[in-house]
């Protein structure tokens, strides 16, 4: 089975602080997302990276940054964490190209639900 | 503008009695509609995918439909551990491009 881990189940930070949130999945896959989910908007594309240390913007990139040196890895960095950024963050990967459509699914973590002070 | 939107938000069933979530979208050039289960504290599960008019899915008590505007996720003699948040997600453009859009979610309930 895929496994996507993130690191952090719960983390409480304080407003300013610099943040990172780390997955990690093991199946090998070109593409990995980081998502906020909040009640009444679901989940919103924040980033996401279809090849090592390649990144595209999702829909609701600012305050956020990412790192993917390894293909294994997808660090979501918030540089001064605000008090709307209280959430819970999912990360997800895919298969990417080359795949048949149907297999082409997103595979997601447990999530890491913050809280900013 | 891309859009896709769940219904109702919060369902209420008692064990045995069927009924239906709606998701309805808006989006140019759809690429496949997907259904999602997430239970409480943990993230969302792949379900279905769907990617033509028409085209229908099943499993288990679960039979997920698509038309060209909306797609049925039908739970039949549902149990309680049916019990969760079914989302509803669409992607546009295709390879490593393709996005998906989330609706909001709908939160079954389901009661012995």
């Known amino acids: 089975d895929v496994k996507v881990t993130q690191s952090s189940r719960y983390l409480v930070k304080r407003t300013g602080e610099k943040v990172f949130l780390e997955c990690v999945q093991d199946?090998?896959?070109?593409?990995m997302f980081w998502y906020r989910q909040d009640p009444g908007l679901g989940l919103r594309l924040i980033y996401f990276?279809?090849?090592?240390?390649?990144?595209e913007k999702g829909d609701i990139p600012e305050g956020y940054s990412v790192s993917r040196e390894k293909k294994e890895r997808f660090s979501l960095i918030l540089e001064s964490a605000s008090t709307n950024q209280t959430s819970m963050y999912l990360c997800?990967?895919?298969?990417?190209?080359?795949?048949?459509?149907?297999?082409?699914?997103?595979?997601f973590g447990a999530g890491s639900r913050l809280t900013v002070l | 503008e891309d859009q896709v939107t769940q219904s109702p938000e919060a369902l209420r069933l008692q064990e045995g009695e069927s009924s239906s979530l709606n998701c309805s979208y808006t989006v140019s050039g759809l690429r496949g509609l997907f259904w999602y289960r997430q239970d409480p504290g943990k993230g969302p599960e792949f379900l279905f995918t769907l990617y033509s008019a028409g085209e229908e899915k099943e499993k288990e008590r679960l039979k997920a439909t698509l038309t060209k505007k909306e797609s049925f996720l039908h739970i039949t003699a549902p149990k309680p551990e049916d019990s969760a948040t079914y989302l509803c997600a669409v992607q546009r453009g295709s390879g490593n491009t393709g996005k998906l859009i989330f609706g909001q979610g709908t939160t079954l309930q389901v009661k012995p």
């Open positions: 990276s279809y090849d090592v240390k390649m990144k």
């Open positions: 199946m090998d896959h070109e593409n």
């Open positions: 997800a990967s895919r298969p990417g190209t080359g795949i048949p459509s149907g297999a082409n699914v997103l595979t």
